[in-house]
T-cell receptor
Framework: GENVEQHPSTLSVQEGDSAVIKCTYSDSASNYFPWYKQELGKRPQLIIDIRSNVGEKKDQRIAVTLNKTAKHFSLHITETQPEDSAVYFCAAYNNNDMRFGAGTRLTVKP | GAVVSQHPSWVICKSGTSVKIECRSLDFQATTMFWYRQFPKQSLMLMATSNEGSKATYEQGVEKDKFLINHASLTLSTLTVTSAHPEDSSFYIC?????????????FGSGTQLSVL
C-alpha cells in the first residue's frame, strides 16, 4: 500500500520567513496530493491540493510543488504569520484510499 | 463545501462500556466514509473504510469486533467502540469524499475526543 513520509516533524520560523515541508510517497499510481492544516482538537482543513498532471500550484502565500518522477511534493508558505502555527499534514490519494504523512508542527514566532 | 457532522464532540466513559460515534453528511451523499484515529501529537491513522450497504474494510491491526462500523444509509455512518479500555482513548475523526465531485477531496467531521477511565 501507499506510504507517505513527511519532514520535518517540527519546524520553527520567525514571522515573515518562509516555511517548507516535504513529503515523499511510494505508490506511483497516487494522483492527488492534498495538504491539510490542523489546529489542536479540531478537524483538518484543506489548504491546498495538487493533481498528478500539474507540477506547481499557488494560492496567495501558499504553494505546492510536485515531482512525479521523484515521488515527492512540498508545501511552501511565504511571509509566515503567527496564525500559520498549526500541524500540517500531507496526503497521497489513489483509488479511494487516502494516506497521511506523520505531520509537521509549525511554529511561527512573532 | 460539503459538511460532515460528527457527534459527540467529546465523551468520557467507564472502562468496559461501549461508545457510539455518528457521522452524518448534511448536504451530500457519502457512499464512502473513512474513519481515522489520532493519538496526541501523531498523524491521522486510517482505521477502516465503510461503504454504504456493505461491510467495512478494516486496516491491518484494527479489531473488527471492537470497532464496529455501520454505514446503513448514504448520509450516516457510525463507529461503535465496544468494551472500551483506557488505551482506546483517542481522537476519532471521520471523513467522506463528496460523491458529487471527483471523489478525492475529503470533508472531515469535527472529531470525537474519547476518554476512557
Amino acid at each position: 500500500g501507499e506510504n507517505v513520509e513527511q519532514h520535518p516533524s517540527t519546524l520553527s520560523v520567525q514571522e515573515g520567513d518562509s516555511a517548507v515541508i516535504k513529503c515523499t510517497y511510494s505508490d506511483s499510481a497516487s494522483n492527488y496530493f492534498p495538504w491539510y492544516k490542523q489546529e489542536l482538537g479540531k478537524r483538518p482543513q484543506l489548504i491546498i491540493d495538487i493533481r498528478s498532471n500539474v507540477g506547481e500550484k499557488k494560492d496567495q502565500r501558499i504553494a505546492v510543488t510536485l515531482n512525479k518522477t521523484a515521488k515527492h511534493f512540498s508545501l511552501h508558505i511565504t511571509e509566515t504569520q503567527p496564525e500559520d502555527s498549526a500541524v500540517y499534514f500531507c496526503a497521497a490519494y489513489n483509488n479511494n484510499d487516502m494516506r497521511f504523512g506523520a505531520g509537521t508542527r509549525l511554529t511561527v514566532k512573532p | 463545501g460539503a459538511v460532515v457532522s460528527q457527534h459527540p464532540s467529546w465523551v468520557i466513559c467507564k472502562s468496559g462500556t461501549s461508545v457510539k460515534i455518528e457521522c452524518r453528511s448534511l448536504d451530500f451523499q457519502a457512499t464512502t466514509m473513512f474513519w481515522y484515529r489520532q493519538f496526541p501529537k501523531q498523524s491521522l491513522m486510517l482505521m477502516a473504510t465503510s461503504n454504504e450497504g456493505s461491510k467495512a474494510t478494516y486496516e491491518q491491526g484494527v479489531e473488527k469486533d471492537k470497532f464496529l462500523i455501520n454505514h446503513a444509509s448514504l448520509t450516516l455512518s457510525t463507529l461503535t467502540v465496544t468494551s472500551a479500555h483506557p488505551e482506546d482513548s483517542s481522537f476519532y475523526i471521520c471523513s467522506a469524499p463528496d460523491s458529487r465531485g471527483t471523489n478525492e477531496k475529503l470533508f472531515f467531521g469535527s472529531g470525537t475526543q474519547l476518554s476512557v477511565l
